[in-house]
């Protein structure tokens, strides 16, 4: 008797190009168990933040450049951002907090633009944002011309943000990511170059609509 039970896939990263060596769950789906015993109901086979040893900075590195870093939350990413804070500056970062400095509530565009427009003016080299789930911090970071913000929730999103999308704002969810994943996706994001590239070609095209779409918004004045 052929039994079905749900698990997440697995696929090697042989597969998908550049994709760090480690296997990455991408899916769920069905799995068949041709045996027809045991191994009825969910089968976890890896965890998708789990460290792995192909990950650019999973170790850390000595050799890692020093950066200016403004950073930024709202009131639910206040002891994140503390936390963040505390890590770039023993690794040797020149950081800028942006606030809040209480957890009195506020609104995250505001916070979200003065990093973004700190990056897009290239005062700083990087931004970080922090908010409850990151996703209204990226949407208005991306507003700003000439920022690139990712929403990113593992080490694998950490290191292809900057990888193939020379990603330059991190965003990053307060009340989703436990303290240590968040370290470990901070010091992969500072340490991973662009591969350039084709992937220089596709971020060119965006650069190159935003600017066109500035310059028409400024022609219609």
């Given at each position: ?9 697995v ?7 550049n ?8 899916w769920k789906?069905?799995s068949r168990n ?9 089968v976890?086979l890896?965890?998708?933040d ?10 850390g590195s000595a050799?890692?450049k020093?950066m200016?870093?403004?950073?930024g939350?709202?009131h639910?990413?206040?002891e994140?951002k503390?936390?963040i804070?505390?890590l770039?500056q023993?690794?040797g970062?020149?950081?800028?907090d942006m ?7 506020v609104d995250?565009?505001?916070y979200?633009f003065?990093?973004?427009?700190a990056?897009s003016?290239?005062?700083v080299?990087r ?6 789930t990151s ?7 991306n ?15 950490a290191e292809m ?33 662009f591969?350039?590239?084709r992937h220089a070609?596709?971020?060119d095209?965006?650069t ?5 779409t500035l ?5 219609k004045?």
């Amino acid at each position: 008797m052929v039994k079905m039970f749900p698990i997440r896939s697995v696929v090697s990263s042989k597969s998908i190009g550049n994709v760090p060596s480690a296997s990455l769950i991408i899916w769920k789906g069905w799995s068949r168990n041709f045996s027809g015993a045991g191994n009825e109901g969910p089968v976890a086979l890896a965890e998708p933040d789990a460290p792995a040893s192909g990950l650019a900075g999973a170790s850390g590195s000595a050799n890692a450049k020093t950066m200016k870093i403004a950073i930024g939350s709202d009131h639910r990413g206040s002891e994140v951002k503390r936390r963040i804070v505390s890590l770039l500056q023993r690794l040797g970062h020149d950081v800028t907090d942006m606030d809040p400095s209480s957890s009195d509530s506020v609104d995250y565009p505001d916070y979200a633009f003065q990093v973004a427009k700190a990056v897009s003016e290239r005062t700083v080299d990087r931004g970080i944002l922090i908010c409850g789930t990151s996703i209204g911090m990226c949407i208005a970071a991306n507003k700003v011309p000439g920022v690139r913000a990712a929403p990113c929730h593992d080490s694998i999103t950490a290191e292809m943000s900057r990888r193939h999308n020379d990603a330059n704002v991190l965003c990053l969810s307060a009340d989703l990511l436990g303290g240590e994943l968040v370290d470990r996706m901070v010091k992969i994001w500072l340490e991973t170059e662009f591969e350039g590239g084709r992937h220089a070609r596709r971020v060119d095209k965006i650069t190159r609509f935003e600017n066109e779409t500035l310059q028409q918004g400024q022609e219609k004045k």
